[in-house]
């Protein structure tokens, strides 16, 4: 099993990042998938989560109309769109697959985001 994410960087407040994760080694239409984040000091929040179908999303209060979730089935693997960056928005950002029958979850490695002028 492999969630890799990529996308991350470095960027200016108001500015925008796709994040990408790329999933593979099990049943991917059967996972809900999230994204969470830790930044320094922190405990890990979720960001954002999709259902399995895609039909179901849910944020952060922090990211409510900044950030979207999708998913392309098809070839195992989610995004998230950032938009209008904050500084606090900074953090390392995680991955997840939560299996609907199997009850598995699974983490990627992370990605650095950073939001600096």
């Known amino acids: 099993v492999q969630l890799v994410e990529s996308g991350g960087g470095l960027v200016q407040p108001g500015g925008s990042l796709r994040l990408s994760c790329a999933a593979s080694?099990?049943?991917?239409?059967?996972?809900?998938m999230s994204w969470y984040r830790q930044a320094p000091g922190k405990e890990r929040e979720l960001v954002a989560g999709?259902?399995?179908?895609?039909?179901?999303?849910n944020y952060a209060d922090s990211v409510k109309g900044r950030f979207t979730i999708s998913r392309d089935n098809a070839k195992n693997t989610i995004y998230l769109q950032m938009n209008s960056l904050k500084p606090e928005d900074t953090a390392v950002y995680y991955c997840r697959a939560a299996g609907i029958f199997s009850g598995f979850t699974y983490w990627g490695q992370g990605t650095q985001v950073t939001v600096s002028s």
């Open positions: 999709l259902s399995n179908a895609g039909s179901s999303t």
């Open positions: 080694g099990f049943t991917f239409s059967n996972y809900v």
